[in-house]
């Protein structure tokens, strides 16, 4: 009999999940419905406000202190998992970290550069906020694919669950 350790409260959880559905639907209703988009949007930027702050007061998993590793740790942990010798972690390993920092940032980037139209004296065209959108919303897309690719598969070789 395995025993059950829960290391995501329900903030990160409600965090997680919200931010999945924030950018879910402004994806899917970007064109058909505009203030929807924009409102959704700016609830996201909300979100990774509140997990910034959680990140610095927040429960002992969700603060960055707790996940957060140096170089060194993060390649050698990485060269570990390679070999399939890598340790195991409550919380994020130092893999994990990173795509934490990666989310946190490119959805930070998105929601500058979509405010960049509003903070502008003059505003800037639609075709420029998009381009500008494009590179990080490429990167917060292929960061979640490897993501839950990496995460599924570190799961199912550990007899795990890593859904937060």
Not at 3 to 26: E, G, N, Q
Not at 67 to 94: C, V, W
Not at 147 to 157: D, E, H, K, L, Y
């Amino acid at each position: 009999m395995r025993a059950t350790v829960k290391v995501w409260d329900p903030c990160v959880r409600i965090f997680h999940w919200s931010l999945v559905a924030s950018f879910a639907v402004a994806w899917f209703f970007a064109d058909e419905v505009k203030d929807l988009h924009e409102w959704v949007g700016s609830a996201a930027a909300a979100l990774i406000i509140f997990r910034l702050g959680m990140g610095i007061v927040g429960s002992r998993y969700a603060c960055f202190t707790q996940f957060i590793r140096g170089q060194k740790e993060t390649l050698s942990y990485t060269e570990d998992m390679i070999f399939n010798r890598e340790a195991r972690y409550l919380g994020h390993n130092p893999l994990g970290a990173l795509m934490v920092v990666a989310l946190l940032t490119s959805t930070t980037l998105v929601a500058v550069t979509v405010g960049y139209k509003r903070l502008t004296p003059f505003g800037a065209s639609n075709g420029s906020r998009r381009r500008m959108r494009r590179l990080p919303i490429s990167c917060w897309l292929w960061s979640r694919f490897i993501w839950v690719v990496s995460s599924w598969g570190a799961s199912v070789t550990a007899r795990t669950s890593c859904a937060p």
